[in-house]
């Protein structure tokens, strides 16, 4: 098995920044430390709201990174015009509801074939590698391939819930389904990902399935950062990662 990459999601060093309006803490300070504990892309969501990171982050992270920045983002008009501009390595298409605390189901790709074919053509041809977040349905893995993304990103967020909320059988059943899908992904030759509401408790059967290659990970690891500082929470996350991979 390949070696696991690791994303490491900063919004929530911007949630806390501007649940005062201040300056500090800084996503792009944390974003070079997460560099320097082994981070191998940052991955920072642009909502429309702008609920946590900013456009001014987004040009900071651009000039300053030496790892990959995964650009998430809604598939408007709008975020496509800043994909386009700043061209970010990779671009991971999300769902995104205004009310929601965050991204709580995958896109609808098997729903919506057309427009999102439309939507990532300029973005494949502009050099960005384009994501889909999808759950654990075989219509939506295939509706990806169908419409010529690079990568898929499976939602771990009902998995690791069901664990949280101690459903064992349900979790189970969940990874199950994740693990499938991640078959199927990558023999209809797309790259397979995985992230959302991952923990040092939930993500070592994840790290396992061999068509995974990247991990992107944030809310926990930032809160962990409280209690450890953000180089070791990251650095317990990527060793976790390793030993599940052998
Ligand atoms: N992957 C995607 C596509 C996401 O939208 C998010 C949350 O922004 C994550 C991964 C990371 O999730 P978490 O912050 O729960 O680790």
Redesign the pocket.
């Known amino acids: 098995m390949g070696k696991l990459r690791l994303g490491v999601?900063i919004?929530?060093v911007a949630t806390v920044r501007n649940a005062r309006g201040s300056a500090y803490p800084d996503p792009l300070r944390a974003a070079k430390l997460a560099e320097e504990a082994g981070a191998d892309g940052i991955?920072a969501?642009l909502r429309e709201d702008r609920r946590h990171i900013s456009d001014a982050d987004i040009d900071g992270l651009m000039a300053a990174l030496s790892v990959p920045l995964n650009l998430?983002m809604a598939a408007t008009p709008e975020m496509q015009a800043i994909a386009l501009r700043h061209r970010p390595h990779a671009v991971?298409l999300?769902p995104e509801k205004r009310e929601e605390r965050?991204?709580e189901g995958g896109l609808d790709v098997a729903r919506d074939e057309t427009r999102l074919a439309d939507f990532i053509a300029p973005l494949r041809e502009a050099g960005c590698r384009v994501s889909l977040?999808i759950g654990a349905d075989p219509a939506q893995v295939e509706a990806s391939a169908r419409i010529g993304a690079a990568v898929v990103?499976l939602h771990t967020?009902a998995y690791c819930d069901f664990h949280a909320e101690g459903r064992l059988a349900a979790r189970d059943e969940e990874l199950e389904r994740l693990r499938d899908m991640a078959a199927l992904a990558h023999s209809l030759g797309l790259e397979v990902h995985a992230?959302?509401?991952?923990t040092y408790d939930t993500v070592q059967p994840v790290a396992a399935f061999p068509e995974v290659v990247e991990l992107?990970?944030?809310?926990?690891?930032i809160g962990e950062a409280i209690f450890r500082g953000l180089v070791p929470a990251i650095a317990e996350m990527r060793r976790l990662m390793d030993t599940a991979r052998g």
């Open positions: 999601n919004d929530h991955t969501h998430e991971c999300v965050t991204t977040f990103e967020g992230g959302h509401g991952l992107n990970i944030g809310h926990f690891l």
